[in-house]
């Protein structure tokens, strides 16, 4: 329905099923270039991602928004055994593309990619016995799941998918933007990137949906400049657009506990740093962490 009034994402991309917002390939080539080199990943979020999936004794990993595969070739790297989903196989291709290029390392043999979708998740993907040690869902892609039923139905069964890959002892680790400071004042928190180190030169613009003057959705406008692909050539400024469901704190917490039957640990974090309600700092992420109990 919203689709019918506002256009919520790039020209050419499918608006049925769970929206792939990067069907045209545009996006995804754009957003490639974006992140950066796959080795581009700040320093800060690296060694923290890395140490808490130690910490937790992971071995089994999960990206199950995996992209152009960012994360797991970072986790593949540090030796990690990584399965990574995406329902985007415009995204999945850049991955699909690196683990046949790396082939003769033995992690990259070995990793599983498959094109899956949150909602059918059980049926897309097996289980290996109780579970995964690890699942993650990273760089605000959960908050790619609009809510077009407008009863966030589709965000519970999602998240009720997500939660039963984990095995009891294992974590989840997935976030979301500071949507309650947009939502306040109609514009992300001031600061860099907390998971990328592009170098590119861009911009992006805010937009808030109001429907029956609740928050629907959250548009940003991301411009690019690609750099040319021939010597003397000038750059390119690449426009694309994402939209996003608007997770307010409290409400996502809520959902998840649910997802888990109240059975897990919960924390959060704002941009990696333990979050105080109400604290001076305003964090353009929040991380959350949640273990299963048995």
Known sequence: MVDSVYRTRSLGVAAEGLPDQYADGRAARVWQLYIGDTRGRTAEYRSWLLALLRQHRCRSVLDVACGTGVDSIMLLEEGF?????????????????????????????????????WLTLEKDLEKPGDGFDAVICLGNSFAHLP??????????????????MVRPGGVLVIDHRNYDHILATGCAPPGKNIYYKS????????????????????????????????VGAAPELST???????????????????????????????????????????????????????
């Not at 290029?101 to 033995?106: A, D, F, G, N």
């Not at 109240?262 to 974090?269: D, E």
């Open 147 to 164: 809510d077009f039923k407008g009863d966030q139905s589709d965000h519970k069964l999602a998240l009720r998918n997500i939660a039963s």
């Open 199 to 230: 170098d590119l030169t861009k911009d992006i613009t805010t937009s808030v949906l109001l429907v029956n003057n609740k928050a629907h959705m959250v548009t940003l406008d991301y411009t690019v400049q690609v750099p040319p692909t021939e």
């Open 81 to 117: 055994q990584v399965t990574s989903v995406d329902a985007s196989d415009k995204m999945l291709k850049y991955a699909l593309k690196e683990r046949w290029e790396r082939r003769k390392e033995e992690p990259f043999d070995r990793w599983v990619i498959e094109e899956a979708n």
């Open 240 to 294: 694309f657009r994402l939209s996003y469901y608007p997770h307010r704190l409290e409400a996502f917490t809520a959902l998840l506990k649910c997802a888990f039957q109240g059975k897990c640990q919960h924390s959060v974090l704002g941009d990696f740093q333990p979050y105080i309600p109400g604290q001076a700092h305003v964090p353009c992420y929040f991380i959350h962490v949640v273990k299963k109990t048995a």
